[in-house]
């Protein structure tokens, strides 16, 4: 199988699962324990600690939660709560991942008001309109650092400033960007920043919110008081030792994400785009992660072009692993301004540093055949299949 799905998720590597195993058997102890096996587990999650900070230069604290999703309401509703006697007022993006859009939602249900900012075509933030939205009640920007469906990167260093310019904190959902790009909390001024393991070669059910010392949030989850009484539960401490082996080795796949994996992807667009018509390239042609392809093929349903690439042994995606299972548009092409039929036909390869230079030629050869055969069919087919 050729597996070109990596934004919603990459395989676990050998090295991060052997430095996993002994914390499953032998080195059972709850990290809370003062004996000396909980005190191994506890010296485990430090190193992981220290792993996590070094790779994206961070000095605060790290908070391990069960993943992204409950790192992102973690960072929203835990800052909203500490600080909801100065105001109520947060400013995110329209094209958020849901593990943003709706913790916002609930807190907007809760009497928060959540201004979501529009992007251009390219998927980019309205920086004026940020500007524009901030208010003496707000307490709060949370911006992604990259987006999971077309890969576009956000200014988030322009977005920092201007949040600090005036007394707000700023949070990123830097998922999709840690391990592939460089991510430096310190020169850009991130307040909080959620990641994921198992977007970067690390376990599934583990992630973290990294908290610079100084900003106050609330915990969510009420409990023992673990994680410096942030986030309670005892720790999942073989997740956590394989997240930091993941952040550890990061450093050097970054190298191969910026060389490796960036030319297969430009070769796969450049060859897509030319061979077959009516094809285009969606997000930011240049501010965009090294691994992502999205593309929109007019005349054909995406979905189809899945399940025909599956059977050619190639997974790939429409988008957002959610809104597949939903069935409904993706709100990021449609905060992009796109067609229904633009959006109908779009198509997510997302590139892994397991992926060779053989597996994304018989990629190009086999979409390049599935396209065409769909659009035979496809009720478009006298606008697009003629001049083939
Ligand atoms: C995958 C993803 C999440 C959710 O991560 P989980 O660890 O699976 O909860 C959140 N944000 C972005 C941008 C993602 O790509």
Known sequence: MIYLDNAATTPLLDEVLDEMLPYMKENYGNPSSIHKLGRQANNALDLARNRISKLINAQGKVVFTSGATEANNLALKGLAYAMRNKGNHIITGSVEHEAVIEPCRELERGGFKITYLAVDRNCVVDLNALERSIDEKTILVSIMFANNEVGTIQPVKEIAEI??????????????????????????????????????????????????????????????????????????????????????????????????????????????????????????????????????????????????????????????????????????????????????????????????????????????????????????????????
Request: glycine residues 10%.
């Open 163 to 388: 949040a600090h310019k005036h007394g707000v904190a700023f949070h990123t959902d830097a998922v999709q960007a840690v391990g592939k790009i460089p991510v430096d909390v310190k020169e850009i001024g991130i307040d909080m920043i959620t990641l994921s393991a198992h977007k970067m070669y690390g376990p599934k059910g583990i992630g973290a919110l990294c908290i610079n010392n100084g900003l106050k949030i609330e915990p969510i989850m009420h409990g023992g008081g673990q994680e410096n009484e942030i986030r309670s539960g005892t720790q999942n401490v073989a997740g956590i030792v394989g997240m930091g082996k993941a952040a550890e080795i990061a450093m050097q796949k970054i190298d191969m994400y910026s060389n490796n994996v960036k030319n297969l992807r430009d070769s796969l667009v450049t060859s897509v785009l030319k061979n077959i018509q009516h094809s285009k390239l969606n997000g930011h042609p240049t501010q965009r992660l090294p691994n992502n392809a999205h593309f929109t093929f007019l005349g054909i349903n995406g979905e189809d072009l899945i399940i025909k690439l599956d059977e050619t042994g190639i997974a790939a995606s429409t988008g957002s692993a959610c809104s597949v299972q939903k069935q409904k548009a993706s709100h990021v092409l449609k905060a992009m301004g796109f067609s229904h039929e633009e959006i109908t036909g779009s198509l997510r390869l997302t590139l892994g540093i397991q992926n060779t230079k053989q597996e994304i030629e018989q990629t190009i050869a086999n979409l390049n055949k599935v396209v065409h055969e769909l659009r035979e069919f496809s009720p478009y087919k006298f606008k697009y299949a003629l001049n083939q």
